[in-house]
């Protein structure tokens, strides 16, 4: 019997790839989570028992998980983040844990400003609108001199950066281990986080979730932050308190809220936060495009392979 592989992200289930082929080259038998879904705990704990190997995604991995799972070796991440992963108990359990650095940067950064110009410019309300047979105008803004602000200045942040640039825009970025040797432009620069939260039009955020379990933007911080910001979170949905965030919404505080992610997800569609008109929306898409599917994939199955071997 061939050792097994676990394949868990949605774009791999959904859409099997080539560029797992090498796993199967190299002698394992690749075993699928229930296709273009996120696998819940149950399904997990039916499939685990017996891999060596696990490509993964962006579903959580409990304990409980790990421990079903004696035989597991490595597991691989089809991205950057490990928060949805206990890595003290995988190396308890003597589990490597592999990110794809960088590899899924530029669909998301990409995404991060396409929902900031949706915001400026109120896009998808007024296509709701004009599609409901009603001509109605709302007056946006132009991003060019307008200040962007970064919480999260790694890999994905660094290429916000350079495009909000392109764009005309001002940045400001906050990060705890900033390198002063990144300095793209003349209109960039290196604030502390209350700065960018006093100063930021844009407010976009690319940071791992606090080891504290502390939200980023709370009800403190956006008391910070400038009247009228748009808020864009391609990161991770435990960064933001969504009930402040609706708050923030209904009073003005906040333009707009976009996100592409969720604390559960898929969310419960009678949310507040996802039912309001002045929320942008999407599924979790960021790192789904064609190349950056390519890019994290053939990097997961290297550190996979080498991991294993």
């Not at 019997?1 to 790839?17: A, K």
């Not at 396409?114 to 004009?130: D, E, K, M, N, Y």
């Not at 495009?163 to 940045?171: D, E, N, R, S, T």
Request: net charge neutral; hydrophobic share 40%; glycine share 10%.
């Amino acid at each position: 019997m061939r050792p097994r592989i676990l394949i868990t992200p949605r774009s791999l289930t959904q859409d099997p790839s080539p560029d797992l082929a090498p796993l199967e080259k190299a002698g394992y038998e690749l075993v699928y989570a229930p296709a273009g879904k996120t696998p819940s705990e149950g399904e997990l704990l039916e499939l685990v028992p017996g891999c060596v190997g696990w490509l993964a995604g962006a579903e959580a991995i409990s304990e409980r998980v790990l421990r079903s799972a004696p035989e597991m070796k490595a597991i691989s991440r089809n991205g950057t983040g490990v928060d949805n992963v206990p890595v003290d108990v995988a190396q308890q359990l003597g589990i490597k844990v592999l990110r794809a650095e960088a590899a899924n940067a530029r669909g998301v950064a990409e995404l991060a400003i396409c929902l900031a110009l949706a915001s400026l410019r109120h896009l998808p309300a007024l296509h709701l609108t004009l599609k409901r047979g009603h001509w109605k105008l709302i007056r946006g803004r132009e991003i060019r001199d307008r200040r962007f602000g970064l919480v999260g200045c790694g890999a994905v942040g660094r290429m916000v950066a350079q495009m909000a640039l392109g764009l005309g825009a001002q940045v400001i970025a906050f990060d705890p281990y900033s390198d002063g040797s990144f300095l793209p432009g003349e209109k960039f620069r290196w604030e502390q986080l209350d700065a960018v939260l006093g100063s930021a039009e844009i407010l976009s955020l690319h940071c791992p979730p606090p080891s504290s379990g502390q939200r980023v933007i709370d009800r403190d911080a956006l008391i910070q932050i400038k009247p009228g910001c748009c808020l864009i979170n391609t990161a991770r949905g435990s960064l933001v308190d969504e009930g402040a965030i609706v708050e923030a919404l209904d009073s003005g505080k906040l333009s707009t809220y976009a996100t592409d992610v969720f604390p559960t997800e898929p969310p419960d569609p009678g949310s507040l936060l996802l039912r309001h008109e002045r929320v942008i929306v999407s599924p979790h898409i960021g790192a789904f495009t064609e190349e950056s599917v390519q890019r994290a994939t053939r990097k997961a199955v290297e550190n996979l392979l080498g991991a294993l071997a």
